[in-house]
């Protein structure tokens, strides 16, 4: 079973940046989609961002012009880059690979203060 490990997340401040990484035990090629998901204190986990093998893209309202997905097929690992954060971006941060039903990190804190 594949296993993920995030890394990136921390304390930042308000317009800060941040690049989330997750490397994947084994190739990411043999998945169909890869993502970010996040989960707030007292809220559901919710979609950040996705990419498809075939390039597609989806991103949350809430993150769009502002955080960029991407993957690096060599290495295993796939980015969120997440520019001009907000406090309400505050959550642990998740990596998935083939959706709700799929693969799941141990997740990540990103805190984002005022």
């Known amino acids: 079973q594949v296993q993920l490990v995030e890394s990136g997340g921390g304390l930042v401040q308000a317009g800060g940046s941040l690049r989330l990484s997750c490397a994947a035990s084994e190739s990411i090629f043999r998945f169909n989609s890869m993502g970010w998901y996040r989960q707030a204190p007292g809220k559901q986990r919710e979609l950040v961002a996705t990419l498809t093998t075939g390039g597609s893209l989806n991103y949350a309202d809430s993150v769009k012009g502002r955080f960029t997905i991407s993957r690096d097929n060599i290495k295993n690992t796939v980015y969120l880059q997440m520019n001009s954060l907000k406090p309400e971006d505050t959550a642990v941060y998740f990596c998935?690979?083939?959706?709700?039903?799929?693969?799941w990190g141990q997740g990540t804190q990103v805190t984002v203060s005022s």
């Open positions: 998935n690979l083939d959706g709700w039903y799929g693969y």
